[in-house]
């Protein structure tokens, strides 16, 4: 599966600004990245988040703290994740989109002590004790007061990099507390399963869905430009396909869904620059699979699957010429990965038989918990009852429903609970039912997915 010429290394114990600052030293001159007109040098990069990184920590910012970043799509976004890194924090994303009670909660849930965001933004944001830093009006000050870009190296490879919210039955979000370590090692797996090398990667989703995440640091971090559509320009399907030909982008990671529209609305001929597309995030639809097939048949199709508890994707399905059962698989681990099938009392189901998806790893694959949450996280990062054989010390209890095929591959069957997923986001209908609750004219709530078959077919973690 490798290839000996184009294999990356990602090592374990290095952060992930650490790999940044090598390109920027390998490749000053190469484009890292491209929005709209413009475009920064891997060394325009690497010095831009050092100089955020300096005045981040003269603003006080030490190791372990959190940092919110709330931006529209924008290199400035970008520069933004890394001089947090740099500064040793933990990068909080916030969706622009959000609604403000739930963008209040998470910044003072996670105990931000600055917040990065934009001057058309700053009049949205919360009331709040952090720091609010904008980007754009305020460079020109930065700039002065830390010109050299000199910030002290505090971090280690265990430190949280980020911290992203999910839904939450009680009505609250929990933040997933993900380190340096952990996305390296997802890293070394994504190569693993596609060690050709990137020639441009494009954004497809919002900083705060976990497969940002892999699309960021899997791209610059082997030295590959990423492409930065406008904010919500990926809902504009022709525009979409637009940027995709002109910047010739040759790997995507995505929705099922969004691929669908991609397919149905974008010429084909747009999408000629393509190599790989990677969905992930909801059932993968085999009619999807084979227009692809149909439309595509040069590029390559994989069907991921993980959680972000467990730091984006865990399992992946290489889709086959010709394929035609009726559900598409989730595959085998990748590199690093363990995935236990295992019964109410902690034991592996026989092949065949359903039980509930965990997820383990020979390296350290699984998050650090819940934020904040340390009943929740006892309960679902759990002590690995077999470990003297394999899987490492921990595995994450997904509440995923699955069972092993007679080749090898997992197919996925549903949820243990209530928790769906829509447009790639998990929710769980006991947040939407709670806030509904506080209503003083409503005494019950019941929440559904509109159409009874999306529940049934839909649900991932």
């Not at 920064?40 to 955020?52: G, K, M, N, V, Y």
């Not at 992203?164 to 797996?189: A, C, D, W, Y």
Request: net charge negative; hydrophobic share 40%; charged share 25%.
């Amino acid at each position: 599966m490798k290839g000996a010429n184009s294999i990356i290394q990602f090592p374990e114990d290095c952060c992930l600004h650490q790999q940044l600052e090598q390109y920027a030293e390998k490749q000053p001159q190469a484009i890292a990245l491209l929005y709209k007109e413009q475009s920064l040098t891997f060394q325009e990069l690497d010095a831009r988040s050092s100089i955020l990184a300096a005045f981040l920590q003269f603003s006080g910012i030490k190791r372990g703290d959190f940092v919110a970043l709330c931006l529209n799509r924008s290199i400035d976004m970008i520069v933004g994740i890394f001089g947090i890194l740099k500064a040793g924090g933990a990068y909080v994303p916030i969706d622009v989109d959000y609604p403000a009670d739930r963008l209040a909660f998470m910044v003072e849930d996670a105990k931000a002590k600055v917040v990065l965001s934009e001057a058309a933004l700053k009049n949205t944001l919360p009331k709040t004790d952090a720091q609010i830093i904008c980007l754009d009006t305020d460079w020109i000050s930065i700039e002065k007061q830390c010109p050299k870009g000199e910030y002290r190296f505090v971090s280690e490879p265990d430190d949280l990099a980020y911290t992203i919210f999910t839904s939450g039955s009680t009505g609250k979000p929990k933040g997933v507390m993900i380190t340096h370590r952990n996305v390296m090692n997802q890293l070394e797996g994504q190569q693993d399963i596609a060690p050709a090398p990137i020639g441009r990667m494009l954004l497809t989703c919002s900083i705060s869905f976990d497969v940002s995440v892999l699309t960021i640091f899997w791209s610059l971090l082997q030295g590959a430009p990423l492409v930065l559509p406008q904010q919500s320009e990926e809902k504009d399907i022709v525009r979409l396909a637009d940027i995709i030909d002109r910047h010739k982008v040759t790997h995507i990671l995505t929705l099922p869904s969004l691929h669908t529209l991609i397919l149905e609305q974008a010429p084909p001929e747009k999408l000629a620059s393509l190599q790989l597309v990677n969905v992930s995030g909801e059932v993968c639809p085999t009619p999807m699979a084979q227009k692809h097939e149909k439309l595509l048949p040069h590029t390559q199709l994989y069907n991921l699957y993980g959680p972000t508890e467990a730091t984006v994707n865990c399992t992946f399905f290489t889709l086959p010429k010709g394929f035609d059962e009726p559900k598409v698989p989730i595959g085998k681990p990748i590199l690093n990965y363990e995935i236990f099938i295992l019964d109410e009392t902690l034991k592996e189901v026989p092949h065949g038989d359903v039980g509930e998806i965990y997820i383990g790893g020979s390296k350290d694959v699984v998050g650090k918990g819940y934020w904040n949450r340390p009943e929740l996280s006892a309960e679902r990062f759990i002590d690995n009852p077999h470990e003297a054989v394999r899987g490492g010390k921990k595995l994450y209890k997904t509440g995923d429903l699955a069972r092993w095929m007679e080749d090898g591959n997992i197919e996925f069957l549903g949820r243990a609970d209530y928790q769906v997923k829509f447009r790639g986001f998990r929710i769980e209908l006991g947040e939407i039912e709670v806030a509904i609750g506080n209503h003083p004219a409503v005494k019950e709530t019941v929440v559904l997915l509109r159409n009874q078959h999306e529940i049934n077919q839909q649900k991932l973690v």
